[in-house]
C-alpha cells in the first residue's frame, strides 16, 4: 500500500512544471510578443493605407468622369461662396460620402455652427496649387478656388495638363491634423479645408500649404517640409494623379525643391505646368 502510494504521487510530480520551467515559458512568450506585436501593427497600418489608396482611387476615377462629362474640364476646387465644393460635384459619381474618409484620420467632428452648409469632414484635399503665372496670380495646379478678383484661370481643362501622370490630383490632409493648429476643420465644401494651395495667412481657417523641401525638417505641421500633407502611413501619404493612378509617396518628395531653379520645377508635381 505504501508503495502504491509512493507510486502515485511521483507519477503526480512528475506532470508539474518546476517554477524555473514557467519562467522560462513566460519569457517565451514575452519575447515571441515583443517581436509579433510589432508586426502585427504594421500589418494593420499597411491595411488602413490599402484601404485609404483604394478611397482616393475611387475619388480619383470620380472625378475623371466628372471631367469627361464637362468638356474635359475638371470641377473648381472651392467655389466662390465656399459651398458645394469639389467633393459635391464628384460625390454623385461615388454614390457614398465614406470614401472620403481615410481610417488614419480619427477625428470626424466639425464645429456645430458649420453643420448644414459646410459640408463634412473629409481626409483628402485637391490640387489648387497657386502662384504668379507672369500676370497675375493663378491656378498652376488643377482644381483651384473660384474668386476671379485674385486668381485667373481658377481651373484647368486636361488639355492645360502638361504631364498628367507626374501632376497631383489630389493628396491627403486629414481633419484631425487641421484641428490641431486650430483650423476650421477639414470640410468638403468649406475653404480652405478641402484645397490645397500655398503658403497663406489662412491658418486660422485650415490650412493650404503644399510640400516645400526647403523648409526645416524641425518644423511643426504644417510648417515642415511635408507642409499641410498628412503623413500617417508610416511616414507616407497616398496621393492620385491626373492620368488616374494612385500611389504613396513621402509628401516631400512631390516638392524636393533641390538643385537649380530649373530643376526645381521640373521636380514639382503640384504644377500643371510642366511640360
Not at 106 to 126: E, F, K, L, N, R
Not at 159 to 187: C, R, Y
Not at 213 to 229: E, H, N, Q
Request: with cysteine; hydrophobic share 40%.
Amino acid at each position: 500500500m505504501f508503495r502504491r502510494d509512493l507510486l502515485v504521487r511521483s507519477r503526480r510530480l512528475t506532470r508539474a512544471f518546476t517554477l524555473i520551467e514557467l519562467l522560462v515559458v513566460i519569457a517565451i512568450i514575452a519575447i515571441l510578443a515583443a517581436i509579433l506585436f510589432p508586426v502585427f501593427a504594421q500589418a494593420r497600418e499597411k491595411a488602413r493605407q490599402a484601404s485609404c489608396l483604394s478611397n482616393e482611387k475611387q475619388i480619383s476615377i470620380a472625378i475623371l468622369q466628372y471631367v469627361q462629362d464637362y468638356d474635359e474640364t475638371f470641377p473648381i476646387g472651392v467655389k466662390d461662396d465656399w459651398n458645394d465644393s469639389w467633393p459635391s460635384a464628384v460625390q454623385p459619381y461615388i454614390k457614398s460620402i465614406a470614401a472620403f474618409h481615410c481610417p488614419d484620420d480619427g477625428d470626424d467632428t466639425q464645429p456645430d455652427w458649420t453643420v448644414g452648409w459646410a459640408g463634412v469632414p473629409i481626409s483628402y484635399a485637391c490640387n489648387g496649387y497657386t502662384g504668379w503665372t507672369g500676370t497675375s496670380n493663378g491656378t498652376l495646379g488643377v482644381m483651384g478656388m473660384a474668386q476671379s478678383s485674385w486668381i485667373d484661370p481658377t481651373t484647368k481643362s486636361m488639355a492645360d495638363v502638361g504631364k498628367p501622370s507626374e501632376t497631383i490630383l489630389i493628396g491627403e490632409k486629414h481633419n484631425v491634423d487641421v484641428n490641431k493648429v486650430g483650423g476650421w476643420g477639414q470640410l468638403s465644401s468649406f475653404a480652405p479645408g478641402c484645397i490645397f494651395m500655398m503658403d497663406l495667412d489662412w491658418e486660422t481657417l485650415a490650412t493650404v500649404r503644399i510640400p516645400d523641401g526647403s523648409r526645416p525638417i524641425t518644423g511643426v505641421y504644417p510648417m515642415g517640409p511635408d507642409g499641410s500633407v498628412s503623413a500617417h502611413h508610416n511616414g507616407m501619404a497616398n496621393f492620385s494623379f491626373c492620368d488616374g493612378h494612385v500611389k504613396a509617396m513621402k509628401p516631400v518628395n512631390t516638392n524636393p525643391q533641390k538643385g537649380t531653379q530649373a530643376e526645381k520645377d521640373a521636380a514639382n508635381m503640384w504644377d500643371a505646368r510642366r511640360r
